[in-house]
Each structure stands twice: as C-alpha cells, then as structure tokens.
C-alpha cells in the first residue's frame, strides 16, 4: 500500500524536556488518522511538526515519497485547518478562500474555479460575500476548512477543528468533514481528545500518551481489544469497568473478593495463575440477571438509575467496587435492587496489574 505520510524515528525536545520519542508512524494514502489522546500528550505538537511549524530534533518526515523534513510549510503540499478559524475580517469568505492562491500568483481564471469548487463542496455558496463577522461558527469553520480546500493538496491536517464549537455543531460538522473525506479520498490527520470523534472518523486511531503511540489500530481494534489500561481507560464514556482480581486455577477462572467466575471465553492470550490482575468489562457487555448462575454471576446492589433516553445506566456495588451497566431504558430498576451480573467473557479484557499490558 502507497505510504502517504512516513515519520521515521522522530524525536522532539525543547530543551531538556522530551516531547516526541523515537515516533514511527505510516499513513496509507487516502486515510484517516486520528490522534487521540488527553491534552499534553503530545498530538497537537506531532501535527505541527508533519506541517513544519516546529523543526524537529531528529528524524525524518516524508510526504508524497518526499524527504520534506526541512521543507518549508509552503513546500510539503499540506493543507491545514487549525483550532481558531484564523480568518480575517476584514475580507468576505470569498477572500478568505482566495487570499494564499492570488498571493502564489494564481491566474485569476482557476482562483475563481477553486473558490466555486470549494464553495459547493462544503455549501457555502451563499455565504461567499459576507465577512467573518456576520457568519455563525460553524459557518466560520467550513470556510476555515475551504481554505485549506482550495489548495487541491493531497494531504489536510485538522487540528481540533470543531473544539470551539456547541455539541449540536460539533455533531453536524463531523458528519461532513466524514463526507469531505468520502468525497476527495484526500490522507486526512486529524487531532482531537473527543473519543467521539475519533472513533466515528478515523479508518485508523493512534492513541497517544506522553509523546509515544499506546496503540495503532482500526476503531472497532481500539474499543474491543485495548492494548493496556491507559487505552482501556481512555476509550469509552461511561468508562470500562476496572476489577481487581487474581486469577486462579491455572488460569481458568478469576477470584473477585468473595466471587469466583470461570473465564472461559475469554478472548486473550495465554493466561497464568497471578495475584494481581485487572478484569475490564465495558457496560454493555454485562447482563442483569434475577438469579445467581454459579461461576458465571456477580451479585451486586443497585445504587442509581440514570435515565438517558434510549437507554438507561445502573450504578451498582459489587464487592465492594463500584460498576456501571448499561441497560435498555424498559429495564430501569430501583435504588437498593438486588441483581446479580453476567460478564460478556469474549468481550472482557484482561491486564496485568504491573506491565499494564493486555494479557
């Protein structure tokens, strides 16, 4: 498969603090990437570094088969939509969209054809002779992002791009940017902390934590199959449930306080007998049940139903440990129930308490 994007070995310090560490990353051409990860980690500076507004200390870059490591930002044939809309406003979004191809002394003729091609791409014709100032802000980002369009580049760089935005908005915009995508077949990498996003976007996410990749994989990879806790822990809202446990009789089954469930199904490697484990299961993947079913239940006391509409979130203790269930909203139960919890072994994920590491 034709490499878009290929960071080799990057490495980024300022001063005595390192940033980025020996990163490696290829990007297929045509794909979405998202970087995902909480602020600090690292995302937003390995995005600048790819657009070349941070020089790197050492490492190489390569876009379209180009070393552009040292390249000049003009030079990389990107196109960048940054967090701020970066408008002027004192020019009309025609301007706006027109303003780096008159600077590269673009014939007139094919400024005119981008700027319609633009305008009708993200439906912002109407809007092309007003200024920034009389436009919403999601309006406001699609003429940031026809700005970065009309440079027809191979490659776009999105950073956070619908952060400044309300829910409804954000909503709204991330299902075109998805359709700009299916549309242009452009390589797309696009930052974001919202997991939302990040797994409704990208063909493949990079979870990043102090300047190095946890976990490379496709949406469905990341949310299923968490590669350490940090990833587990990260990805999914409400967050996987955390169980500390021992796993016991050669790795059959785990102990859970007083409970002992067989972990038959469980969908991992090979699993030894360890003091120290950690169980995730995510809140869909437990079931109420009315009855204890031996090595298969946990029994546990219903604590809160919260409603949210199409479905309903039981907060219970089990063990002493607080869990979380995700049930259909026709299943809503008291405060003070007592239910016992089937786990979705197949679906469960366990981690060694030291490495962190998915066992």
Same mark, same amino acid.
């Given at each position: 498969?034709?490499?878009?994007?290929?960071?080799?070995?990057?490495?980024?310090?300022? &001063?005595?603090?390192?940033?980025?560490?020996?990163?490696?990353?290829?990007?297929?051409?045509?794909?979405?990437?998202?970087?995902?990860?909480?602020?600090?980690?690292?995302?937003?500076?390995?995005?600048?570094?790819?657009?070349?507004?941070?020089?790197?200390?050492?490492?190489?870059?390569?876009?379209?088969?180009?070393?552009?490591?040292?390249? $000049?930002?003009?030079?990389? &044939?990107?196109?960048?939509?940054?967090?701020?809309?970066?408008?002027?406003?004192?020019?009309?979004?025609?301007?706006?969209?027109?303003?780096?191809?008159?600077?590269?002394?673009?014939?007139?003729?094919?400024?005119?054809?981008?700027?319609?091609?633009?305008?009708?791409?993200?439906?912002?014709?109407?809007?092309?002779?007003?200024?920034?100032?009389?436009?919403?802000?999601?309006?406001?980002?699609?003429?940031?992002?026809?700005?970065?369009?009309?440079?027809?580049?191979?490659?776009?760089?999105?950073?956070?791009?619908?952060?400044?935005?309300?829910?409804?908005?954000?909503?709204?915009?991330?299902?075109?940017?998805?359709?700009?995508?299916?549309?242009?077949?452009?390589?797309?990498?696009?930052?974001?902390?919202?997991?939302?996003?990040?797994?409704?976007?990208?063909?493949?996410?990079?979870?990043?934590?102090?300047?190095?990749?946890?976990?490379?994989?496709?949406?469905?990879?990341?949310?299923?199959?968490?590669?350490?806790?940090?990833?587990?822990?990260?990805?999914?809202?409400?967050?996987?449930?955390?169980?500390?446990?021992?796993?016991?009789?050669?790795?059959?089954?785990?102990?859970?306080?007083?409970?002992?469930?067989?972990?038959?199904?469980?969908?991992?490697?090979?699993?030894?007998?360890?003091?120290?484990?950690?169980?995730?299961?995510?809140? $869909?993947?437990?079931?109420?049940?009315?009855?204890?079913?031996?090595?298969?239940?946990?029994?546990?006391?219903?604590?809160?139903?919260?409603?949210?509409?199409?479905?309903?979130?039981?907060?219970?203790?089990?063990?002493?440990?607080?869990?979380?269930?995700?049930?259909?909203? $026709?299943?809503?139960?008291?405060?003070?129930?007592?239910?016992?919890?089937?786990?979705?072994?197949?679906?469960?994920?366990?981690?060694?308490?030291?490495?962190?590491?998915?066992?």
């Amino acid at each position: 498969m034709t490499q878009s994007i290929s960071v080799k070995d990057l490495t980024l310090n300022f &001063g005595a603090v390192s940033v980025l560490q020996k990163m490696n990353l290829d990007v297929a051409e045509g794909e979405f990437i998202v970087l995902l990860g909480p602020s600090g980690c690292g995302k937003s500076t390995l995005l600048n570094c790819l657009a070349g507004l941070l020089d790197i200390t050492d490492g190489q870059i390569w876009i379209k088969g180009k070393n552009v490591t040292w390249a $000049e930002p003009s030079e990389r &044939g990107i196109g960048m939509v940054f967090q701020s809309y970066a408008l002027y406003p004192q020019m009309t979004v025609r301007g706006n969209l027109s303003f780096g191809l008159k600077n590269a002394r673009m014939p007139a003729a094919e400024i005119e054809k981008r700027v319609a091609r633009a305008a009708e791409i993200l439906q912002i014709g109407p809007l092309l002779d007003r200024k920034p100032g009389a436009l919403s802000g999601g309006q406001r980002q699609r003429v940031a992002i026809g700005r970065a369009l009309v440079r027809d580049v191979d490659v776009f760089l999105f950073d956070e791009p619908l952060s400044n935005l309300d829910a409804k908005l954000r909503s709204e915009l991330r299902v075109e940017i998805k359709r700009l995508h299916e549309r242009l077949k452009n390589t797309m990498v696009y930052v974001t902390h919202d997991q939302i996003e990040a797994l409704t976007l990208a063909d493949r996410i990079a979870v990043m934590k102090g300047g190095v990749i946890q976990q490379l994989a496709d949406p469905q990879t990341i949310y299923n199959r968490p590669t350490n806790l940090f990833v587990a822990g990260f990805i999914g809202s409400p967050a996987m449930n955390m169980l500390p446990v021992k796993t016991i009789d050669n790795g059959r089954a785990f102990q859970f306080g007083s409970t002992r469930i067989d972990l038959a199904g469980y969908d991992g490697g090979a699993v030894l007998e360890r003091d120290n484990a950690i169980l995730g299961v995510r809140p $869909e993947h437990i079931t109420i049940r009315t009855e204890a079913v031996p090595g298969r239940t946990i029994p546990a006391e219903v604590e809160i139903d919260e409603h949210l509409g199409a479905d309903s979130l039981l907060w219970l203790k089990a063990e002493g440990r607080e869990m979380c269930v995700r049930i259909p909203v $026709e299943g809503r139960l008291p405060s003070g129930s007592q239910v016992h919890l089937m786990l979705d072994m197949p679906k469960a994920s366990l981690f060694d308490a030291k490495t962190e590491q998915r066992i």
